[in-house]
């Protein structure tokens, strides 16, 4: 192993005064520039602008953006770049380059965006993440693996099983470095930190970079330049902001208004349990809605998901797993029906729309005992909210959401999907008959990560049973909406 660096220095910001105008202008290699083109993405954006020159020269880097940005191939350039020049042999169990990423469905996209880059230099990927069984990730490092994209807890496992070593990373990664500080997380991050070599490139890239950061820049970066091309509190011009003051009997009637018109709308809950019961609640009244949260099994994670981005679900209910794992396209309405304890969740939660230019919606339910929480949370996130309030029926809900309200057919109490939840009895809709809203033309996509893009949902059979299988709904519940004291994952 390497001799320890030097402590990193006070970190200096820099932010280029031109931005150029292809990737070759950056010093990115040809063949990297060649398979960019080949996936239509020929312009940088402003944070791969910023930090491609000092991160392919070698430097450690901080890279601040907001969702959507581009910071993917922002750290996944430089990362292949130079791992091709050095040209190190594959060798079993211990990767050369290490991307940590805090949720299985983020390390699923990270990974998905750089495999078509790395198969044209050679390069070799993987994925490691828990709730799958472990059996095929140690066979894949057993073959050997150029880049590791990893959450820590599954990494960590497989290290003290033995099945991988960090001494050969040549690079290392923190995507939502700031999410990575948490004290959930940091433990585990400076454990693997400190098994990769010292002499290694570290780059952080997150939307918010506070000071919590500054305990990993502090241990672990040396001379760190700062790139940030905006912050994290800059208004979105196309993302509008609404509060909707609404008494605690009316609250789900609002939802389920908002939730029921044309196009894909993600709402977020607070607690894992307050996710599914609001699936539950939602698919009983007739709105095709599947969950997103730390309780449920990975098959069920990545079916919920197919089913929100083919249109067989135009509602995702989620936990803040959501807020920085996923990234599908046409998100037009975002959802806080648990508003959230901190601004920084705020941010990256409403950042699930209104990325790389396109339009989006962020609407905020609030009750009367949420007012002062919730003005405060809008402050400390720099924005400027609609406030209004009203009831169910009220015009502004069409506005907001517009387009006819569609319902499906209330779920057959006797018909059991299976994985269900564990408790309660299953039940699923036999019929899809509501089409969400046809995809957008096309755009440039947001942040150029692989994205999935919205299309109709198929009519008929094939429709119902995508949204079948992925819905997980219980027996009935009656009552209003209840926030839960925990924030779930």
């Known amino acids: 192993m390497a001799a320890r660096r030097p402590r990193a220095t006070p970190l200096s910001t820099s932010t280029p005064t031109t931005t150029p105008t292809t990737f070759t202008d950056l010093g990115v290699p040809d063949a990297l520039t060649r398979a960019l ?31 959507g940005s581009g910071k993917t191939y922002a750290f996944a350039l430089p990362l292949l770049a130079r791992l091709a020049a050095s040209a190190v042999p594959r060798r079993p169990g211990r990767p050369r380059a290490l991307i940590l990423a805090p949720t299985r469905e983020l390390a699923t996209q990270i ?96 939307a918010t970079l506070d000071a919590g950061v500054d305990v990993l820049v502090r241990r672990f970066l040396t001379n760190p330049v700062t790139h940030s091309v905006d912050s994290s509190q800059s208004p979105v011009a196309t993302m509008s902001h609404h509060l909707l003051h609404v008494s605690r009997n009316d609250r789900l009637p609002v939802l389920i208004d908002l939730t029921a018109a044309p196009g894909r709308t993600l709402v977020f809950a607070r607690t894992k349990r307050g996710a599914r019961t609001l699936t539950r609640k939602l698919v009983d009244a007739g709105v095709p809605a599947v969950e997103l949260h730390g309780n449920l099994a990975q098959a069920a994670r990545s079916r919920n998901l197919l089913a929100f981005s083919s249109g067989s679900a135009t509602t995702l209910v989620a936990t803040d797993i959501a807020a920085r794992g996923i990234h599908i396209d046409d998100i037009a309405l975002v959802i806080h029906a648990d508003p959230p304890q901190e601004h920084k969740a705020y941010l990256h939660r409403s950042g699930r729309t209104a990325r790389a230019g396109a339009s989006g919606t962020v609407v ?6 949420q007012v002062h929480d919730v ?115």
């Open 375 to 489: 003005r405060d949370l809008a402050r400390s996130a720099g924005i400027t909210p609609a406030t209004t309030r009203l009831q169910p029926g009220d015009p502004l809900l069409t506005k907001l959401a517009p387009g006819p309200r569609t319902f499906l057919p209330a779920p057959a109490a006797d018909q059991a999907a299976p994985d269900s939840p564990r408790r309660g009895r299953s039940r699923r809709h036999p019929a899809v008959s509501a089409a969400p809203r046809a995809a957008s033309s096309p755009r440039r996509g947001s942040g150029q990560a692989v994205r999935t893009t919205a299309t109709p949902s198929t009519a008929g059979t094939a429709g119902a049973a995508a949204f079948s299988a992925s819905t997980r709904v219980g027996n009935r519940v009656r009552g209003g909406l209840k926030s839960g004291s925990k924030s779930g994952r």
């Open 37 to 67: 083109a080949a996936r239509g993405v020929t312009t940088p954006f402003p944070i791969q602008a910023a930090t491609l020159p000092d991160s392919l020269a070698g430097r450690d880097v901080l890279g601040r953006g907001r969702t």
């Open 111 to 206: 990974e998905a965006a750089i495999a078509p880059l790395a198969q044209a230099l050679s390069l070799r990927t993987l994925t490691v993440f828990g709730g799958v069984g472990p059996a095929p990730q140690i066979r894949a490092l057993r073959a050997g693996v150029d880049v590791l994209v990893a959450c820590p807890g599954r990494l960590a496992d497989h290290i003290e099983a033995g099945h991988a070593r960090l001494d050969a990373i040549e690079i290392t990664v923190l995507d939502e470095a700031d999410h990575m500080a948490d004290l959930g997380f940091l433990p585990v991050v400076r454990r693997l930190l400190d098994q990769t070599p010292r002499a290694g490139q570290r780059l952080l890239f997150s």
């Open 364 to 369: 905020t339910l609030m009750t009367d005992d």
